[in-house]
């Protein structure tokens, strides 16, 4: 691995992101593998808000997610039912 914090890190074989630098994380959205960057980061992030309601639970997660991921408008609901079924897996860990 080559780079540095300042200029950031990269394969010194191929040039791409290093295997351990990866925070991409893949789920089955409308049955497609979907990547979805920080997922562990966004999961954390609402379970710090303590909800109780799924469909605010889906609504902070879906907001998240939205910021560092491209959801297609169209497919908000089936992005929001596979973030939810993360988050149960994760919090019942």
Sequence with gaps: MGG?????YYC??????PPDKITTRRIL???KETGIDQLDWIIDEVKK?????????????????QKLNYVPT???EEYKSAL?????????Q
């Design 49 to 65: 808000l303590n909800l109780s309601d799924t469909t605010a639970i889906g609504e902070e997660l879906i907001k998240r997610t």
């Design 12 to 17: 010194t074989i191929c040039g791409g992101i």
């Design 74 to 76: 169209k497919k908000i």
């Design 84 to 92: 939810l079924i993360e988050y149960h897996k994760k919090v019942s």
């Design 4 to 8: 540095d914090d300042k200029d950031g």
């Design 29 to 31: 959205i409308d049955g």
